[in-house]
């Protein structure tokens, strides 16, 4: 009896994983037996994961997703693991800024920006709700040093099929009335710059990636250990030892 009831427990919720990722992918099985299907989603997940990804902030929560949307592994194979709530930490204390003003130095950062608003329109297009406010940054320069700086913005943004143009700096006196606008000689105008909110996105990354079957356990522990020659993860006294371990921890683990 005490090894049924933990036994029919482990079917059960197994189970319920597989029907609700059915319902989620039911499109993709039209013309199987939905028993046979919904049996086999339920082995699928009862298996070891072959992809563990730690940390259930944005970029785990993102990588999860574009994993299982790339076919590069099924999404019943992938588990994210997070001692804490998903986007809970660092990522809900981020600024969410979305900005491809860079000066030259920095221009790699730009095609990353750029992807994230293609994915934040695409998220949105599949029902999740992203908020995306485009507000667009001004720069400006009082001096010799950031006039050069402002050059460098202009020319790397030129480069890299960014919009912006020069304006006038006391042209927008009625926009920033608490600027003393005539200190600056230039300003740089960037329409496009813009911010999100930094958890509804990661939620939305969540969302993505459940649908595709990739499974959360959250609220969990978990650390790093050596199993022979490979990278494995303990979790809850439980040694896993998948295909691939990404560690998407930040900054606070």
């Known amino acids: 009896l005490r090894l049924a009831k933990p036994l029919v427990k482990w079917a059960s919720l197994n189970w319920l994983r597989a029907r609700q990722t059915l319902k989620r992918r039911r499109g993709n099985f039209r013309h199987r037996s939905p028993r046979l299907v919904l049996l086999r989603l339920t082995i699928r997940m009862s298996q070891e994961p072959e992809v563990i990804v730690l940390g259930a902030g ?3 929560c993102a990588l999860a997703w574009r994993l ?3 076919n590069l592994v099924g999404g019943e194979a992938i588990l ?3 001692p804490q709530p998903a986007a809970s930490q660092a990522t809900s204390r981020a600024a969410g800024l979305l900005s491809v003003a860079r000066p030259a130095a920095r221009s790699h950062w730009i095609p990353l920006v750029q992807k994230t608003l ?3 329109d695409e998220l949105n297009r599949t029902g999740q709700s992203v908020p ?4 667009g940054s001004l720069h400006l320069a009082a001096s010799a040093r950031t006039q050069a700086l402002l050059a460098d ?3 790397t943004a030129s480069s890299n099929d960014v919009s912006c143009h020069r304006v006038q700096p006391t042209k927008w006196a009625g926009r920033l009335p ?3 606008l005539k200190r600056f000689s230039e300003g740089l105008w960037f329409p496009d710059e813009g911010y999100t909110d930094p958890y509804l996105l990661t939620s939305a990354y969540g969302a ?6 990739v499974r959360f356990s959250l609220g969990r522990p978990a650390s790093l250990v050596e199993n022979g020659s490979r990278v494995a993860v303990r979790i809850d006294g439980t040694v896993h030892t998948p295909t691939s371990v990404w560690v998407a921890a930040g900054a606070w683990s």
């Open 68 to 70: 299982a949307a790339s």
């Open 58 to 60: 944005i970029l785990g």
């Open 178 to 180: 608490w600027l003393d």
């Open 80 to 82: 994210v693991i997070d």
């Open 153 to 155: 913005y202009e020319a």
């Open 118 to 120: 293609t994915i934040v």
């Open 208 to 213: 993505a990636a459940r649908a595709l079957g």
């Open 132 to 135: 995306l406010h485009r507000c």
